[in-house]
């Protein structure tokens, strides 16, 4: 088991640990904008993570590409998104 | 099993507990937790992607991060017309 190997296993877990923890956030949250906070964060960290260890497992193959613009799309989309909502939460709650 | 494919697993099991949360919570709830849970799928296909050894699956993890972007944001627009 190489470097590499070690590098893409640890971003891997890291990954999946970041999404558990916001799953484990959206159980707890009490309101939805409490929720949302973990639903937001779900966009940034973990989907870089994986990005990152596809990255380093193809080294600049078009699977590398496509990882990384998936990544950008879920944050980009996803922080339109969480955006949205938020105004949708902020209405209700007026 | 290789690790890619433990990992989409994993993420994948964390759409049980939005589940839970959209059928127990309010409407509010239950739409976050749906864009939790499609942020979720759409890693978890970027996992099965590169664990298949298969780079033209990359194309359905893109389309899935597009689509389930505007799915999620038509029921927003849907939510907010009922303030």
């Given at each position: 088991m190489g470097a590499q190997d070690v590098a893409v296993d640890v971003l891997l877990v890291l990954s999946v640990a970041c999404a558990a923890v916001c799953v484990l956030g959206l159980l707890a949250g009490r309101a939805a904008i409490d929720r949302l906070h973990y639903a937001g964060a779900a966009t940034g960290v973990p989907p870089a993570l994986i990005a990152a260890a596809v990255v380093v497992k193809e080294r600049g193959s078009s699977a590398g590409i496509n990882?990384?613009?998936?990544?950008?799309?879920?944050?980009?989309?996803?922080?339109?998104?969480?955006?949205?909502?938020?105004?949708?939460?902020?209405?209700?709650?007026e | 099993m290789n690790a890619w494919l433990g990992t989409a697993a994993a993420l994948l099991a964390g759409v049980v507990p939005c589940g839970w949360v959209a059928l127990r919570g309010t409407r509010l709830d239950a739409l976050v937790a749906l864009e939790l849970a499609t942020t979720l799928a759409t890693l978890a296909l970027v996992a099965?992607?590169?664990?298949?050894?298969?780079?033209?699956?990359?194309?359905?993890?893109?389309?899935?991060?597009?689509?389930?972007?505007?799915?999620?944001?038509?029921?927003?627009?849907?939510?907010?017309?009922?303030l």
């Amino acid at each position: 088991m190489g470097a590499q190997d070690v590098a893409v296993d640890v971003l891997l877990v890291l990954s999946v640990a970041c999404a558990a923890v916001c799953v484990l956030g959206l159980l707890a949250g009490r309101a939805a904008i409490d929720r949302l906070h973990y639903a937001g964060a779900a966009t940034g960290v973990p989907p870089a993570l994986i990005a990152a260890a596809v990255v380093v497992k193809e080294r600049g193959s078009s699977a590398g590409i496509n990882a990384v613009v998936v990544a950008l799309l879920v944050l980009i989309l996803g922080a339109a998104l969480t955006h949205a909502t938020a105004r949708l939460a902020r209405g209700r709650r007026e | 099993m290789n690790a890619w494919l433990g990992t989409a697993a994993a993420l994948l099991a964390g759409v049980v507990p939005c589940g839970w949360v959209a059928l127990r919570g309010t409407r509010l709830d239950a739409l976050v937790a749906l864009e939790l849970a499609t942020t979720l799928a759409t890693l978890a296909l970027v996992a099965l992607a590169e664990g298949f050894h298969r780079s033209s699956y990359f194309v359905v993890a893109v389309v899935a991060g597009a689509l389930g972007f505007v799915g999620n944001l038509v029921f927003v627009r849907f939510m907010e017309s009922e303030l």
